[in-house]
């Protein structure tokens, strides 16, 4: 089911705005303006000849159907926040014409977020966490001169520990949810397993209430809840009893959170039995960064921490940096996180600490599941394992990612887009006979237009190409060659000519494939447009990206001819 829709999202939707050269605030005199002169373009009756006449019942269609979606409140409101298939939607029969457009949004989340529970309730969310602990400390005592080096370089290696964590959740109602977990930990040969089963309630929009019954480490039994007692003040608890062989052991977790700002969160949490300690956190996460910060006071570890992480969204990058200090020691940690594709990253970080030492942790998230291995490098704090654990694995995933990373990526987005061309491969093909027959139909304005502009010396298109330019600094009349075929640019000359107005020519920040006379000859690639002009009988030229607005003529388009 998830394949279907994901399916249906990568098919190419209809921008009614575009089609009416409209900007997505288009009031509603601009929307019956542009309706009225696309519609002396289209209108059947216009044509004599029975196969423009043909042509122009599709277009008009088209252009009916934009403006009784746009010239309607309430479908206006649909379509800005879901697109067509929202107007689609089954379940819409419920809403009546006097809510208003805020209200009809809320509606079809409330209709979309019923259908998705729906869903989830012929689902499991597995969720996997595996842990292997590595000892290498034996790498770096050759340094010593008591080292025994006839062993190798990774004769001394050695897994000191795994641990395997494992759940899967089962929706039995809209509001009840069953969670069945376990977890099996393995120390120097020595291990040590639970199995748990937890079944979560939600009473309401703000709260929730769970029992969590679990084996193996002795019985114990859990009740968590939460409850949101304010628009910004929240809290959590637990109480927990494990059963022992001659002692029942309890404990209580309570937590209380505060939202300080509309990036800040403040908690205070409890804790008593199993462990008693009092601590305070604040975090705060922006689109660039995330920071926390905690202190603990407790009998048995006082702390201090500081975690930071810098965020690069445009290279899929996070930078991370963490300091702690207390009774039990204190480290210093930094690292970095690569998203490596849609559901996998990769991370890497050092931690130098006392008395822990030096390791190297390494992390691979692939969708649900968890793969970390933390590697004991060294149990004193010196340079070389420092350096090793820093550089290592930078030369590592620089080698990885150009000839294993880069070729495997590029091959996934050749097929993604082979994929999404042949789900879109009946729609270009309607799209480009539409755009040719809308040319038909523009002959005798753009001969009108250009005749206007050219007498006043107004704005008059020459030439106009749209698609992808392998060469974008060469796109004159070199444009065509072997590199670019005729297939990837199309001839829009007409249909931008037809958009002129009083010497002007504006198009709004969309895709230009949903214009009139146009269509996407490169379907998934970046696309760019071309324009030669005249104005004032001066030769102008420009080159703007697909998604970029336009307004023409400007002073600085102009070609110094010499």
Not at 114 to 133: A, F, H, W, Y
Not at 211 to 224: E, H, S, W, Y
Not at 226 to 236: A, E, G, I, V
């Amino acid at each position: 089911m998830m394949e279907t829709d994901q399916e249906q999202d990568s098919v190419n939707e209809e921008d009614y705005y575009t089609f009416l050269n409209l900007p997505k605030n288009a009031t509603i005199e601009e929307i019956q303006h542009a309706y009225r002169r696309q519609s002396k373009l289209y209108h059947p009756d216009k044509h004599v000849d029975p196969v423009l006449k043909k042509k122009a019942e599709n277009l008009f269609s088209r252009t009916n159907r934009a403006y009784e979606v746009l010239s309607d409140p309430h479908q206006r409101a649909i379509y800005d926040s879901l697109g067509v298939r929202g107007l689609e939607t089954q379940g819409w029969e419920v809403i009546q014409r006097m809510k208003t457009p805020q209200e009809i949004r809320e509606e079809y989340e409330r209709i979309a977020r019923e259908r998705d529970e729906r869903r989830m309730q012929q689902r499991t969310n597995p969720k996997g966490n595996i842990t292997v602990q590595i000892n290498a400390t034996d790498v770096f005592n050759k340094y010593d001169e008591e080292y025994d080096v006839s062993d190798g370089l990774f004769g001394g290696i050695e897994v000191s520990g795994m641990s395997f964590h494992q759940s899967i959740e089962a929706p039995l109602t809209l509001r009840d949810t069953l969670t069945l977990y376990g977890q099996l930990d393995t120390q120097n040969g020595t291990g040590v397993g639970t199995v748990n089963v937890a079944s979560r309630r939600t009473i309401s929009a703000k709260s929730w209430m769970e029992i969590d019954i679990g084996v193996g480490n002795g019985p114990a039994l859990t009740v968590k809840g939460y409850r949101s007692l304010t628009q910004r003040l929240f809290c959590s608890g637990a109480m927990m009893l494990q059963f022992k062989p001659h002692e029942v052991r309890p404990g209580l977790v309570g937590s209380l959170g505060l939202q300080l700002d509309k990036h800040t969160v403040g908690y205070l949490t409890y804790k008593g039995g199993l462990q008693n300690a009092m601590t305070t956190m604040i975090v705060r996460e922006t689109p660039e960064s995330y920071t926390a910060f905690s202190i603990q006071f407790g009998f048995v570890n006082t702390f201090v921490s500081l975690s930071c992480t810098y965020k690069m969204p445009e290279k899929r990058l996070k930078l991370r940096g963490w300091i702690k200090a207390g009774t039990m020691g204190a480290y210093f940690e930094y690292g970095a996180e690569k998203k490596v594709s849609k559901h996998s990253s990769l991370s890497a970080s050092v931690r130098v600490g006392i008395p822990t030492g030096v390791t190297l942790r390494i992390k691979i998230v692939r969708t649900s599941q968890t793969y970390l291995f933390p590697i004991h490098l060294c149990e004193d704090v010196t340079p070389a394992p420092i350096f090793y654990a820093t550089v290592v694995p930078l030369i590592t995933w620089t080698i990885v990612k150009k000839l294993i990373v880069d070729p495997m990526m590029r091959e996934q987005r050749d097929r993604e887009k082979a994929k999404q061309k042949e789900l879109n491969k009946t729609r270009t093909m309607e799209k480009q006979r539409e755009a040719r027959a809308a040319i038909d139909l523009m002959m005798a304005t753009f001969s009108r237009i250009r005749a206007q502009e050219e007498t006043k010396g107004g704005l008059v298109i020459t030439k106009a190409l749209y698609g992808r330019f392998v060469y974008p600094d060469q796109c004159d009349n070199e444009y065509e060659n072997e590199n670019n075929s005729k297939e990837d640019v199309i001839d829009v000359t007409i249909p931008l000519q037809c958009l002129v107005m009083n010497s002007k020519l504006v198009l709004h920040k969309a895709s230009k494939s949903e214009l009139p006379g146009f269509y996407d000859p490169c379907f998934g690639e970046e696309k760019q447009l071309l324009l030669q002009y005249l104005f004032h009988r001066q030769t102008h030229e420009c080159l703007i990206k697909d998604n970029e607005s336009l307004r023409i003529p400007v002073q600085s388009h102009r070609v110094n001819i010499t």
